[in-house]
């Protein structure tokens, strides 16, 4: 910027790329960040992780603790398993085919017979035979048998319901039933604290099955037999009687069926209308036949006439004809009609007309004599039809309740022969004693526990103990509402961060001591005990400081990070009139004197000139840096002397200081004086920069009162630690006055377990790089 205030040559506050987002500005001012998905950050988890390690560590012990100590108390469990096979479902009264078909059994029987496996007459009769219902293993902790378990009968039964209800539930929960996928083979496990029980139980679970199977089976067919027997008479007295009914409706009403060819009963009249129609169709089509030929008889054609080339004399005499014509015309081109050889030719030739006329007519005759016969034929079987089929249909009428007593004695017979058949098979399916239960493995004694399985509990308490850590540590990071890095500054304030001050402890790899601590507050940060104003190499102690320890150090990490501070805040004041600058925080305890005396030392080793102003009027912190006792700047508000007789050079060159003097009784009526605007307004004229240590924001009223003079505010955030609430009323309390607040500060900043854009570090040829 040049002396003249032109902005021409403006540089702009450089925003990090990760928090470099389109911005909008709200109604009151500030500056908001817009809404941006971004995607998930696997290094930021782990050193969420990280910071929080103690919190996973701890959850990750204990469960897994308690996951030991409970697998080493369990007692041993054996495991016995037991294979069978479920074949065919049988029907309640199977027949011998039935038996030995290899159909694909259903799902539906197959659920049934699962569910009958963990059945509670099945458990029930189980726990008797082997008097399960004394040992210590299915008994409830408390209960205690009236008599001991040597003394107790076999036939025991519970002297309590509910201890009947414990055992039951304890042996269904050992007792294992698991179907073998696509096959129909079902796998029985029994789990006890004695391996020999455990194969004796399966063993009878499986056998008792099989029993209780043939049971129902027996108990089926012989329930199937009675009811069948039962069935059987009265079907054959219904049968009966429709067979009566039958036989009497037909003898009344004259009907009477005969058997045809294919088995079928028909009746005559029936029969009788399908001749004759039969014969009527003939007669039809010999009528149609003849008076074809009649017809071409009545129209003189007698040469198509059907048999005329089949009769012999007729050919003959045709032939002749056409001999004698054929001579007739050759002599009649020689000689006259009356030559005698023509007149005998002429003679012949009528004689042979005259017999094949003769013919002719006769045959047209008979074809007449055909025609005649054959329509008088078919209107006799017409006459003979038409009768025969009134007949029929009032035979018809009759027989539809014929038809219904017929079908009535033809449904009885076949339910009668039906249970016949099936009474005869349940006699036969009782006396067959086979099973469709077989028994591909038993069960034998088991060698190896299955509990406890220490890999397997071991594994899931270390993966739950972690996970349940991991999530720990997440939900304590989502519930931690403080200020923790950049991201946060400028998405919760608007704001950019100017710098990030780290930790001793992200240095030495120790906790700093006495931290936070504003009577022994550190130059660099709370965390550091040493100045970081770049000076000649290696260590030089500053003359004139009441502080053993204030050192300049070359290039160290604190060096760098007030360095990029003094960056940002010149930057920032580049174009304004920011060079005035007010350096306070929330609250107390977050560094805000250590902030502001070593920014002042940063900027005068730019030969820029400095003035740092003690304005905390409450509990003023620079005196402990630079001792001065005659720099008094309550005395100058007070109206004593001019601020130029109070403010006091310090080792540091182009730096000076104005002290805050003797705490007086009324401060804010001191920092709202118009000598206080005049101080602030003629030390930018001779100064470069002007730097005020003011307290905290929402203490007291001092820094607003001084935020409303100053050309920008910056606020000093402990990362980690001030609530974003409190910082976010400060900064609105800031915008109050309206100041210019320029950015913030985090101080006291874990950069080991922050990312990567909140601290910058020195590499180790003196580049600067992200950590």
Known sequence: MTPDGNDQNKMEVFTPREVRVERRRSPQGPIRPATMEKPPDMVAWWRVIRKRRWTVLT?????????????????????????????KEDPSVANPQELFQLDEVSDAYLETQYKVLASDDLAERVIHQFGLDRQA???????????????????????????????????????????????????????SQDPELSARTVNAVVENYIQKNFEARWDAAQKASVWLSQQLQDLKA??????DDLQKYAADNGILYLETGKGDAESIVNQSVREIQEELTRAEADRFEKESVYRLVQAGDYGSLPGVFENKLLQDLTVRLADLQREHAQLAATFTEDYPKVREIQSQIAEIQSSLDRERRRAARKITNDYTVAVQREKLVRQAFAENEAEAN????????????????DTNKGLYEGLLQRLKEAGVSAGLKASNIRIVDPGTVPYKPIAPNYPLNLGLATFLGLGLGVCMAFLKEHLDQTIRHGEDVFHFL???????????????????????????????????????????AGVAPVKGSSRNDLAIYNGSPFSEAFRELRTSVILSASGRSANSILVTSAQPGEGKTTVAVN????????????????????????????????????????????????????????????????VPENPSELLSSDRMRALIRESMETYRFVILDSPPLLSRADSRILGSMVGGTILVVKAGETPRQVVQYAESQVRLV??????????????????RSYYVWPSTNGSIGPA
Not at 394 to 409: F, H, N, P, T
Not at 638 to 650: D, N, R
Request: charged share 25%; glycine share 8%; aromatic share 8%.
């Open 59 to 87: 959850a990750f012990l204990v469960l897994f603790g308690v996951v030991l100590i409970g697998s080493m108390k369990e007692k041993p469990v054996y495991r016995a398993k037991a294979l069978i096979e479920i074949d």
């Open 137 to 191: 293993e299915f008994l409830p902790s408390t209960y205690v048998w009236p008599w001991s378990v040597s003394a107790a009968p076999v036939s025991s039964s519970f002297p309590d319901r509910s201890v009947r209800e414990v055992v039951l539930t304890r042996f269904q929960d050992r007792l294992d039933v698991r179907p073998v996928r696509r096959s129909r083979a079902v796998e029985l496990r029994f789990d």
């Open 238 to 243: 219904k049968l009966e009687k429709s067979e």
């Open 394 to 409: 009032r035979m018809a009428e009759k027989s539809v309740q014929y038809g219904i007593l017929s079908r009535e004695v």
């Open 494 to 536: 608007g704001v950019p961060a100017l710098g990030y001050i780290p930790t001793m402890a992200a240095l030495n790899g120790k906790k700093p001591k006495n931290i936070g601590r504003m009577d022994r507050a550190p130059m660099f940060g709370l965390a550091d005990s040493r100045m970081a104003i770049g000076g000649a």
């Open 599 to 662: 920014l002042a030392f940063s900027l005068a080793q730019l030969d820029h000139r400095v003035l740092l102003i003690d304005a905390d009027m409450r509990r003023p912190g620079i005196q402990k840096y630079f001792p001065q006792e005659e720099s008094r700047l309550s005395g100058y508000l007070a109206g004593q002397g001019t601020w130029q007789e109070m403010v006091y050079p310090t080792p540091v060159s182009r730096l000076h200081v104005l002290h805050c003097g003797p």
């Open 738 to 755: 309206g100041a210019n607040l320029i950015g913030v500060v985090l101080n006291n900043l874990d950069s080991s377990l922050n990312d």
